[in-house]
């Protein structure tokens, strides 16, 4: 089955830096845009990334300068590089991502959501 699964999440010092990854497994075709979400425990879901195929991003004003996303369409991935990290960006870091399946004869791009990898930022 095609999934998307996230890594690199775990307990950092404000000011430190960690790099998530999320891989697209299965049978897939290619990517679309693709992005990174988080959710707060409590508060709304919000983006903190984006990137389209060809490339493109966008960082919300929020992570700007602290932030990076990036993808690696021939492996099928995308990455998350946050420096300076602060506690209030303590939260559940999700992956986001359309994809076209191989099986699918029409070639219809779906969206799909890794499982979320917990990001803690504390001394």
């Not at 790099?19 to 075709?29: K, N, P, Q, T």
Request: with cysteine; glycine share 10%.
């Amino acid at each position: 089955q095609v999934q998307l699964v996230e890594s690199g999440g775990g307990l950092v010092q404000p000011g430190g830096s960690l790099r998530l990854s999320c891989r697209a497994s299965g049978s897939v075709f290619s990517i679309g845009i693709m992005h990174w979400y988080r959710q707060a425990s409590g508060k709304q879901r919000e983006v903190v990334a984006i990137i389209t195929s060809n490339g493109n991003t966008n960082i919300p004003d929020s992570v700007k300068g602290r932030f990076t996303i990036s993808r690696n369409n021939a492996e099928n991935m995308v990455y998350l590089q946050m420096n300076s990290l602060k506690p209030e960006d303590t939260a559940v870091y999700y992956c986001n991502a359309d994809l076209v399946l191989l099986t699918d004869p029409f070639r219809r791009l779906k969206n799909y959501w890794g499982q979320g990898t917990q990001v803690t930022v504390s001394s």
